[in-house]
């Protein structure tokens, strides 16, 4: 939870004066540090907030500013400084709770859990502190009549940590008697924790029923299924269900392998992969995370990761992987052998801490358990294509008198004939690309054959949906292709590669796919334009993935590209793209600047065009430009423009944000009425934003008047998909009861 809520009330509360614009401003940089990824850069700026806000002596910002800096220490991989804010929130609510509104109130309650949680995880408080840490929660709890289930889950895991069985049964039967209230645990994570119950009790089957909701996607939250796909791994593989487990583990791992907050997730797929006879996608995991090596803030967190990969070191080791080079802590040179020695090392004195200051050997037993697991499957295949598996052999009787190398290549060119005739995505193709592989893999067999086989075989996967099966195909097969393939097959992989990661919501690492695919068609003859298309979606993969920065600086080289081929349509769209990115980067003033500049460079072009299709297309995308600078223009308001709400100032400034919105729209409706049919698609949502733009500007029956001509409009057009009548519907709310359109 972010500290929404309190920003939402400080813009009705907060004084007026010559400060307001700096509160404000101070209030939005709050707001959009909280929709930014957990780490030690949001860390950092959180921290110069709560500085700031404390400057101001506005107690209300600083409450808002202190929730976020809590959140971003608690979730960002510095819980020990979690507790100085908190406690001066607290002291806060001690000495006046009219700082707080009622959502202020109940946000300070639920961070209680991230607290007790964090004390938990540091073996440098003590046990007594942890303890009074959840008594404090229990009585604040009492005190604001909340229910105590979420103290008895607190609870419950504190006593799972410490090994104590007595307690934590009692718990969770006092968890699961307390009624549910605003202060529970969401649907998603109490069926996680039931689940972790059963698996404590050593019932596989009851835990996975008991996760069910979440691995099917009926409850979800941004901790789940993330944690219960990976908790869920070994139990699917123990009850024989491994067809599960490898697609949760596919799935599950590309949720959180770049997420900095998901280190003892990490190392349930790492644990995964090592008892599963996959060591070797294990140490690719483990190298793919090396940052980790220097990750300290969460302790507990950290033993959790230092245990699975211990495990995983230990059994390359065993199955002959020892002198292997692998990533690890910066400023050495590590084997398998070496990074197993110190990962061993380093979790049995963090888990001894832990045990000192618990009193107790639960800590290092479990830690020593894990390490010492034996595997429980000597192979489980990760995809469609299992390395030693038998192939399928689905070529006709001749075939078998063949040598495994014709084999293959009579199985890779039957699989090139389907996708030829329009059948690539048959499963029989994908049976001949396993086949072609296998055989072209075996002794005596041809790299560039397997190579081929496995890169048609990844296509495959990406052009049926199947994209985690893809992803790990073509992970595989991409470091080899440089010495098996030209620029244009591999550029293909990389487009296929990105296409899958971002279908796997992988933004960042799919914007580098992208990136090198880009770089390869530069050298093709007829590969400019491909260039300019797989940087533009460079772009939009590094937007979606919230590097700013980074995604205008790909969008201006996507618009040197496009200029230069004279693609003028292409050219405003990624000016436009690149405006809003300055939008996230430089604020509202910048982006301006950027969508003023491509409204130009839209309206020169479409004056200078002579003939069709360019010269409509060119007022199309002058329709769409005007369109987004209304939105844009509204990005200078705090919210629709009410007198009642905020200071005299603000409420000119929000009128005036409106009004340049609105100005924007008739321009964009004037423009795409010159444009006829080609306009329409645009035209309906544009009239109907002016409808609602004069609504909340207080002009009802100019609003009522747009929204009755739109509706009777819309009802007149084909409607195949029924957007046109959710269209009419918005009208009809907007024109009033009892006034139909069809009646004026």
């Known amino acids: 939870m972010g500290p929404q809520g309190a920003i939402r009330n400080l813009h009705a509360r907060a004084g007026a004066g010559d400060g307001r614009h700096a509160h404000h401003e101070l209030l939005g940089a709050v707001r959009r540090l909280d929709a930014e990824p957990y780490g030690r850069v949001r860390t950092a700026r959180a921290e110069e907030l709560a500085d700031e806000a404390a400057a101001t002596g506005d107690r209300p910002l600083l409450v808002a500013a202190l929730t976020l800096l809590v959140h971003s220490y608690s979730f960002g991989g510095e819980c020990a400084r979690t507790f100085v804010p908190f406690r001066r929130l607290l002291r ?30 540091q ?18 709890y009492r005190k604001a009549g909340y229910s105590e289930r979420a103290v008895h889950g607190a609870e419950f895991r504190l006593a799972r940590h410490l090994g104590d069985a007595a307690r934590a049964t009692r718990a969770y039967s006092a968890w699961t008697a307390a009624a549910r209230d605003d202060m529970a645990d969401c649907l998603a ?44 791994l070994l139990p699917l593989v123990r009850t024989g269900r491994t067809d599960r487990a490898r697609d949760h583990h596919l799935r599950g791992y590309g949720m959180v392998r770049a997420d900095e907050a998901f280190g003892p997730v990490l190392a349930l797929h790492v644990e995964f992969c090592a008892l599963t006879g996959n060591e070797p996608r294990g140490l690719r995991i483990v190298a793919e995370q090396s940052r980790r090596w220097a990750d300290t803030g969460d ?15 230990r059994r390359a080791v065993e199955t002959g992987h020892a002198q292997r ?25 963090l888990a001894a801490r832990f045990d000192r200051r618990n009193g107790t050997t639960a800590v290092s037993d479990g830690v020593r358990s894990r390490m010492a697991a034996e595997p429980l499957r000597a192979a489980l295949p990760l995809t469609t294509e299992p390395p030693h598996a038998a192939p399928h052999f689905g070529t006709p009787g001749p075939a078998s008198s063949l040598s495994p190398l014709d084999r293959a290549r009579l199985s890779l060119t039957l699989a090139r004939s389907m996708a030829a005739s329009g059948d690539g995505t048959d499963p029989r193709a994908q049976r001949l690309l396993t086949d072609a592989a ?3 893999g075996l002794p005596g067999g041809s790299p560039q054959v397997s190579a081929a086989a496995r890169l048609r075989l990844g296509g495959l996967h990406c052009a049926a949906g199947r994209h985690d099966e893809a992803v790990a195909v073509l992970e595989s097969v991409l470091p080899g292709l440089e010495e098996t393939h030209d620029p244009d097959s591999r550029a293909q992989a990389h487009r296929w590669l990105a296409r899958s990661y971002l279908r796997t919501h992988r933004p960042a690492p799919a914007a580098a796919q992208f990136a090198q695919a880009a770089a390869l068609v530069r050298a093709s003859p007829d590969g400019r334009h491909e260039e300019a298309s797989l940087t533009q979606q460079a772009a939009q993969a590094l937007g979606l993935a919230g590097q700013p920065a980074e995604a205008c600086r790909a969008y201006a080289r996507a618009e040197e590209l496009w200029r230069a081929l004279g693609e003028h349509g292409a050219l405003v769209r990624a000016q436009r793209a ?16 950027a969508m003023t500049e491509a409204l130009h460079t839209n309206r020169r072009h479409a004056e200078e065009a002579e003939q069709d299709p360019e010269r409509t297309e060119l007022y199309v995308e002058l329709g769409r430009t005007h369109t987004q600078l209304a939105r844009l223009a509204m990005e200078h308001a705090d919210g629709p423009p009410l007198a009642e709400w905020g200071t005299p100032e603000q409420y000119a400034a929000n009128v005036r944000a409106f009004e340049a919105a609105l100005a924007h729209t008739e321009r964009a409706i004037e423009t795409l009425r010159t444009c006829g049919g080609p306009g329409l698609a645009d035209l309906h949502p544009t009239e109907l934003l002016a409808a609602r733009l004069e609504f909340v500007l207080g002009r009802r029956e100019k609003a009522a008047s747009r929204a009755w001509i739109l509706a009777a409009a819309v009802r007149e057009r084909p409607d195949p998909d029924g957007t046109l009548a959710l269209l009419a519907e918005e009208c009809d709310l907007i024109a009033g009861p009892g006034r139909a359109p069809r009646d004026q």
């Open 299 to 313: 302790p507990l967190d950290r033993l959790e990761w230092l245990g699975g990969v211990a495990l995983l070191l």
């Open 123 to 140: 073996p440098d408080v003590t046990l007594t502190e942890a303890e009074v840490w959840l008594a404090r929660m229990r009585r604040r």
């Open 438 to 440: 296998y055989l072209a």
């Open 92 to 121: 806060m609510y001690d000495e006046n709770p009219a700082d707080f509104r009622e959502d202020d109130v109940r946000r300070l309650h639920w961070m209680f859990k991230w607290v007790v949680t964090d004390a938990r995880q």
């Open 325 to 349: 080079p692998v990533p690890g802590p910066p400023g050495g040179a590590w084997t398998v052998a070496t990074l197993l020695d110190h990962a061993r090392e380093a979790a049995l004195d």
């Open 189 to 232: 994570c109490e069926y996680a924790t039931e689940g972790l119950r059963q698996l404590d009790l050593g019932d596989d089957r009851a835990a996975l029923d008991g996760w069910e909701p979440v691995l099917n996607g009926t409850h979800s939250c941004h901790r789940e299924p993330h944690e219960t796909l990976a908790r869920s």
């Open 578 to 593: 690149r405006a809003w990115e300055t939008l996230a980067w430089h604020g509202p003033a910048a982006a301006d600047t």
